[in-house]
């Protein structure tokens, strides 16, 4: 679950860099190789050297795959409740189910809200704090 939010935290910042154009963009390709040098380590670390190539890929896809799926679920024709399934299978869903039962609903949903809301901070957030 810690890559998962890593990556939806790397998400939030990146969707807000956009936001200020060609130099936001290039800040956030700067920021996303920080993140991929840090992920690298990570599964250096975790014992994974000899398959280090294949991880990076795989994590990549992932990690693009999500952000994809996040910024179609903030679409203007996305379903309501759309954030809420791709928090679901991106963050919380661990075993393939389609959907959370009642006890992982309300943590869904929490999430979403949270995203949300800090996408609304971050909106508000004047260029000379990210920069």
Known sequence: MSFSLLVL??????RRLKQEG???????QYLYEIYNHD??????????N??????????????????????AALHPEASLNELEKVLWRNVFSDDGTSEPDNSVLKAVQAMARYVRWELSCLSLTGKCKHF
């Open 50 to 71: 000899l398959l280090l190539t294949k991880w990076m890929k795989e994590l990549e896809k992932i990690f693009y795959g999500n952000i994809v799926a996040y910024d």
């Open 22 to 28: 060609k130099e936001g963009v290039e800040f956030g």
């Open 9 to 14: 935290h790397m998400w939030l910042c990146l």
């Open 39 to 48: 992920v690298e380590l990570r599964v250096s670390k975790a014992g994974v």
